[in-house]
């Protein structure tokens, strides 16, 4: 579809409008929050701890005093990061065997899909569990990238399917008897019909990786230091922040996460809607 | 002068659970093409006509056997010499729908063969360029350039691919089954342009399944029946007199306007015979003998410039 | 002349888009007669395909505009749902162009037959003699009720769906394409099989959608060629093939390659540019801009004129002779 179809129903579907809208706002508030709170650190003891929202804490604060807007908009940026990060990091991985194994075939196809489903078969949260109680330090980064390098095998696969199937198209054929070489053939002939899969797969693999942070984070296997929304959680939970009332600190990063998460999916299917025109209320 | 040698040609595909059996798709197909011939290579599906047109085009790897362009060994070529291969051979394919990448403006085809080809070629002169070879194949540039596939018609988009061919100096086009997918009324444009190719020294081979078509444009016929040329020749001579029971049984399925089929008479031309037998023909074959079961296969000339694979030719 | 089955007058199919009607039928007439195979001959676009879909399954994006289509005393284009399903199948049928893939994966060829056949208060033993006697002339083996869709051939699958689209003996089929994608030997083998079955009573008359004039030639007792969602002509084959009538039909008459004519000895002419957009398209005749022989009142929708019953949509025969 040209330019001009794309932004007509992408300008018009309800679904991406209010993913956009929402999404937008949760990185206003990341980027700006931390600027706009009163308190510059996450983890300081500012004030009483069990105190519900007020003109002084804006979501009230935690059992220790600390405040949980701040947390929260500290939270939200290293959550954003790591999916963004890991994410990318997924779907590129993802996106580069699947062409290569896809177009080249023959062994390499062989080798690439062996190593995939091996590492397929193997049970992510028990991988990133192992790696990440191994390191010395756990940063945000390093976070990113374990979860990147783990979660890219569905992708390639998916990936490989389709090229698979767009190799056979005769407009391959006549790039190949234009004595064009394999890869600018990949990223010139195949992966540009395949942009809008390959936008998909990125929102799915950056709600994945945001998952899969908070779980990590849960179990307390998060970043050493710093906050995220998975510690916020992680703390809430061990804190008994629902048996003892306060739902300001319970509810808050949950919420959050579902609402990204949830957002994400809904863009998927609103994306999904311009992209494949049966889908489309006329 | 024969430029495009093929010599015992044979592609083979694996099939089965463990790639034990194979089918033949090509199975040891020789013949040779002179410049400013038109050869139709004639025959159903599984014929294996359209993998002949891939391998010589060299989108295909095969099995064994040699095709021979200009003295050099086709699948020995690399690099520089690959791109100068494509410079003289090239081909059009099937689906003109297909052929080109949707999300991209037609204008792309012409640019690639720039870019690969012809690098020097400033931007001015492509315009040109692209221009008179537009016009040569009746096009009106105006109409075509900056366009998507999807707003042209069939007819227009093949016109464009062989627009494409005349930016180079062209040698040998594979030409598979270019007209099936358009209407009746351009089909014959089209292949007059063929015919107006060879004319300035280009050779075609024109794949189809259409003896109409193949009896239209070509100058040889190659008749194909599951991986083997079954009759072979210039292409009045085997059309007039056809020696082979399959090409004879072709011909008499060709529906044409002026001639009626005898419809009460049962016409069942079903295979579904295995490959045992040394002469593939042999389930269907009318005049079949039990050595046609095991005897050795050779072509057999019957006139000049007419031969046929049957051990009942010329006897 | 024997009666008319199917009376097709005015007729008036579009197809809803964002942009407006994409006219596709546009006011056609015609009439099926008892026991005669009607080919419908005509380019890509012009209409045939809707044509003989809309009779038997309409529905979106076409919609039914005007005109109407007499079976049996009804007009089957403005039925009932209960009334259509009645008729669907029983007294019209249709062999889809892609019937290959019409049959249900997963379910056994039998199966199909059987769920098809309930919903038409019948079941497959009540009909097994007539479809193994069916299957025979199709040369299908009784073996493939017992298979699954995917182990058939193309072309197995094709006469299979010749066999269940006519379980009900209807009075009128509908053909849609059905030899097209077909090698040549296959084709004949089909049309020679489609006769067979006419021949045995399996159904009255034929509608024969094609785009391949020489197959018709082979089949079809009279030729209605369409142009660009108008009919341009209705003829006995034999007449329409040795003395077309209008234009269209000549031109596409004389382009077609045929077994005795080579490019060297004689140039054959293809018919130059390309059918009309039908998307919201106004009057005139459809033609004429590639008509050689146009003239001032082709900006006028041509009537169609019949010439001793050949029917010709054209205004050089408005005073009957094509002059």
Redesign the interface.
Known sequence: MTRKEFAYFFLRNKKVIFAMCVLGFLTFLAVVGPYISPYKDPLAFVGLGYQPPSKQHWLGTNTFGQDIFTQLVHGLRTSLFVGLVGGSLATVIGLLIGFVAGYRGGWIDELLMMFTNILMVIPTLALLIIIAAYLPYRGIFIQSLIIGFTAWPWTARAVRAQTLSLKTREFVDLARITARRPLKIIFGEIMPNMMSYVFMVFILQFGGAILAATGLDFIGLGPTRGMSLGIMLQQATLWNAIQLGMWWWAITPGAVITLIVATLYIMNTGLDEIFNPKLRE? | MSFLVVQNLTKEYPLGLLGKEKLKAVDDVSFEIERSKIVSLIG??GSGKTTIGKLVLRLLKPTSGRIVFDGKDVFSLRKEELRDYYRRVQGVFQDPFSSFNPIYKIDRVFDMVFEEFLPEVKASERKARIEQVLTSVGLNPSQILGKYPHQL????LQRILIARILLLDVELLVADEIISML???????I??LL?DLKKRGMSVIFIT?????G???SDEALIMYRGSIVEMGD??KV?RNPVHPYTR??????????K??D????????LIGGDSASCKYYDRCPIRERHCRTAHLQMVEVEENHKVLCLKAGA | MRDALLTVRDLKIYYR??YGYVKAVDGVTFELRDGEVLGIAG??GCGKSTLGNGLVLLKPPMKYVGGEAILDGKNIMALSQREIKRIRYEKISIIPQYAMDALNPTKKIKQIVDDLLREHNSSFEEKRELIEERLAIV?LSKKVLNMYPIELSGGMKQRLVMVISTLMNPDVLVADEITSAL???????V??ML??MKEKKAMKSIIFIT?????L???ADRIMVMYAGKVAEISPTEEI?RQPLHPYTK???A??????????NE??????G?PPNLLNIGPGCRFRERCPKAFAKCEQDPPIFDLNGRKVSCWLFERGDGR
């Open positions: 006329m | 159903e599906s018609s069939g007819g227009q209407d009746a009324s351009t089909r014959v444009d292949l007059n015919g399944h259409d003896l109409s078509l009896y239209y444009i292409t009045e059309f049984m072709l011909l008499e399925s060709v529906p044409e306007v002026g009626k089929w419809l009460r008479e049962r016409f069942t031309p079903e | 888009t964002l380019e890509s040369n090698d040549v030997s296959t084709q004949r083998s049309v020679q006769y067979e785009h391949d004039l020489a197959v030639y082979q089949i093939v031109m596409l008459l382009s077609l390659p045929k077994i005795g004519v080579r490019f060297v140039r054959l002419k293809g018919i130059p390309y």
